[in-house]
């Protein structure tokens, strides 16, 4: 039976989902989950959800779906421990570093690659289940037919969203807020910079990134088919009535295998909606997926209230149990009491008495035994044995019962034993010695001049279809002594693997050994063609355990974060080499939307876009590969004056990232890391490097 995951944004929103049928619920447990501004959960109101649930057959997913960093590991791995020991369901998780710590530490409890990991293809699957990976969320953006293939082939469960609301960048790929604000949304600290105004060139009124909220209540029978196990509704920053309303409609439409009523869609969009809902990535159709939040309709409240009143008030009777009753003569009355999952509750009561008038009656004692009202349970077989002529009062039958049903409680909360050991040491490893490596990473063509060349780059990074068009045009670098390395795009789906691997394998017969990959469903693309890797920032390598893992998957190096500073940089334990962007425009988004399309009412993606926002920023927008869209930041991060910091952070290579550079341009900037030129960009920054994010 497919699972229906409920958000829980706090100890009522469990209540909410779990009365309205919700099949698990996900929570999240103090700083390490990405909703930080949800109310979250003590440890000691954790521990009566749990126990909540798990009387009522209802799973505990807890999120810890964030990036860590070296000094947060062992507190999150402690956090970890709580919720496996307390007896947890699974733990949703995204940084690479805290799974293999995890995984170590905790080898029992299940662990689930969170959307925060941007899984879109059958390999990234793949990849996470070789991490020991039971369950992967997949990205919102796949349609039924990727999502149909990756769960028909996948060696483990998927998950899909199916209500609730959608970012304009993939998961796990967003670093806009962070960037502009400090406020990392792989840190739970997102300031949700997508709902803000921005203007493609004509008046500061729209909200080209603002997306309208998924629903696909009337699609759950395809998904069902298509074997996905699992389908979540987002909504842990929401109100718990919002969790109420909406886990209902679902639940009702997968119990009686039907599409949701118009009424039920009415309600639906009461509770919250963007102007309307849409399908658009489910169907593939892109064309009308944005919308804003407007005022709450007048009714809302009133829907709220109801809603409230129907789970504060109400106990939903969702486990099925059985009875059997003996009431025999000069013997105490025994029972027993037993569920489907192999609990099993035995209780007596007193010896019943000699009737005076009418005795017991097996129809009386199990339409006693039957009134389970105001519990979890619900009778599905009630039998009962009695002698003739006995007598006990109705209380005593009650009590019988009630210890029975209190018995079965204590025995469906108690926690599964799980092995609990220590926190793993962390890697060892050495900072790199000697002048860091100078790579030059570009974009196009154009910017591939003889005067850059001159200065010899020890790497050269371009992007693997273009560097394809013309393998030739990398002559005067490699010449130079430039190792030529083919940058992946970041979002890979199946239907365009063979486009990316056949460019690959011209690559390779030309004689490029080495690709940089943004994702870990490109392992196992670039291990096909025989390639070497190395990690670029999309991996997001935050600590010291994620290098680890990224070594043991056969990585040369790997790129630091940009959300760490570089003291943070500096202090990690470096088991694989490790270098980092220190110059160019950061990439803030990668979304299957195409602003420029929306932009220019047309397709024109050779020609960049901008948008800005109401502070006059600018922001360059390029077409990548896929026709999805790239935003960069509006300033350029320059270091060439911090060199001495950067050697000191123990780095294997300095990469410059050259995107909308003139072939001038690139040469003027790579001559100032050199110390051959007085070059500054008018508008700088030094990134987070020596902020740090929230």
Sequence with gaps: MIELL???GSPESVIAAVQNGADAVYLGLGDFNARRGAKNFTEEEFRKALRYCRVRGCKVYVTLNTLVDDREMAQAVDCARMASDLGADGLIVQDLGLVSAIRRALPDIPLHASTQMSIHNLAGVEAAAEMGLTRAVLARELSLEQIRFITQHASIETEVFVHGALCFCHSGQCYMSALIGRRSGNRGACAQPCRMQYSLGGRMDDYPLSL?????????????????????????????????????????????????TAAEMETLEKAFSREGFTQGYLNGDKADMFGVRGEPERDTARLFAVARRGYAEGEAQRVPIHFYTKCQKDEPIRAVAFDDEGHRAAAEGPVPEQAKRQGLTE??????????????????????????????????????????????????????????????????????????????????TDQLSEELAELKPDYLYLPALTMAEDPAMLRPFIERGARPVAVLPRIITDDQLPVVYRALEKLFSEGVREALIGNLGQIMLVRRVGMKLRGDFGLNAFNSYSLELLRAAGLLSATASFELRLSQIRDMKKPLPMEAIVYGRLPLMISDQCIIKNSAGRCSCHNPAQMSDRMGSVFPVVQDFGCRNVIYNAHKLYLADKMEDLYAAGLWGLRLMFTTESPRECVAVAKSYLGQSEYQPNVLTRGLYYRGVD
Aim: charged fraction near 35%.
């Design 6 to 8: 409920s958000p829980a």
């Design 212 to 260: 309208k909220d998924n629903c696909l209540a009337d699609r759950l029978q395809e998904l069902e088919d298509a074997g996905v196990a699992c389908l979540k509704i987002e909504g842990r920053m929401k109100r718990p009535e919002y969790t109420a309303i909406v886990t209902e409609v679902y639940a009702k439409a997968l119990k009686e295998r039907r599409k949701p």
């Design 363 to 444: 129809s009386y004692l199990t339409d006693q035994m039957n009134k389970t009202g105001g519990t979890p349970y619900q009778v599905v077989e009630n039998r009962a044995r009695v002698d003739k002529g006995l007598f006990l009062p109705a209380a005593a039958i009650n009590e019988l019962r009630r210890k029975l049903v209190s018995e079965l409680s204590a025995q469906r909360a108690e926690p599964p034993r799980r092995r609990s050991l220590a926190l793993p040491e962390p890697p060892k490893g050495e900072q790199a010695l000697g002048e860091p490596k100078r790579i030059y990473q570009l974009r196009t």
